[in-house]
T-cell receptor
Framework: DSGVTQTPKHLITATGQRVTLRCSPR?????VYWYQQSLDQGLQFLIQ???????AKGNILERFSAQQFPDLHSELNLSSLELGDSALYFC???????????FGPGTRLTVT | AQSVTQLDSQVPVFEEAPVELRCNYS??????LFWYVQYPNQGLQLLLK??????LVKGINGFEAEFNKSQTSFHLRKPSVHISDTAEYFC????????????????FGQGTILTVHP
């Protein structure tokens, strides 16, 4: 158990819908990262927050957004969903930037 | 942009044999290197890390890796594998720029599926 929690574990929804994925980092970790894992793209970095502020953006679509709340939990919002958004979405946390990241169990999103 | 290449997509090996999973990264001012393991239907678990210091790092489950700056490699090794080591292994890098700023994002290789046969 990494100490990072993610909900829900599975999500099945239809195209055009909007979903919210939730992540709670390990106690004491200020950085939260979101990654997408798919068969064709592999593991890709989406976005990073540090102590409530956005710090880095990766290959995140404009239909996707995220935020980190004062209690340090984070949410990833995916809207206007397309079939190609079906993937595993991981949250990770770390103490700072140049440190190891601990991953949650992931949310498997299926868009039908 | 940083890139990570895992040279083998699949590595089959017999139980109790040694194994090496190869990883090369594109050169950078400074890098931090990691190996993660992913068991079926699970998240990623940190195996080991290189942040600084000794170039030979030891991790969990008997794995070790050696950082070779001149060859920009970070190969993962285990002297004797078990059936339970069957999983997918990912090499990953955090890049630090010339100003010493690390953006923290992990760049992953494409993964190596290790299959241990009895």
């Amino acid at each position: 158990d990494s100490g990072v929690t993610q909900t829900p574990k599975h999500l099945i929804t239809a195209t055009g819908q909007r979903v919210t994925l939730r992540c709670s980092p390990r106690s004491g970790d200020l950085s939260v990262y979101w990654y997408q894992q798919s068969l064709d793209q592999g593991l890709q970095f989406l976005i990073q927050y540090y102590n409530g502020e956005e710090r880095a953006k990766g290959n995140i679509l404009e239909r996707f957004s995220a935020q980190q709340f004062p209690d340090l939990h984070s949410e990833l919002n995916l809207s206007s969903l397309e079939l190609g958004d079906s993937a595993l979405y991981f949250c990770a946390s770390s103490v700072g930037h140049a440190n190891e990241q601990y991953f949650g169990p992931g949310t498997r999103l299926t868009v039908t | 942009a940083q890139s990570v290449t895992q040279l083998d997509s699949q590595v089959p090996v017999f139980e109790e044999a040694p194994v090496e999973l190869r990883c090369n990264y594109s050169s950078s001012v400074s890098v931090y290197l990691f190996w993660y393991v992913q068991y079926p239907n699970q998240g990623l678990q940190l195996l080991l890390k290189y942040l600084s210091g000794s170039t030979l790092v030891k991790g969990i489950n008997g794995f070790e890796a050696e950082f070779n700056k001149s060859q920009t490699s970070f190969h993962l090794r285990k002297p004797s594998v078990h059936i339970s080591d069957t999983a997918e292994y990912f090499c990953a890098v955090i890049q630090e720029d010339a100003g010493g700023t690390s953006y923290g994002k992990l760049t992953f290789g494409q993964g190596t599926i290790l299959t241990v046969h009895p």
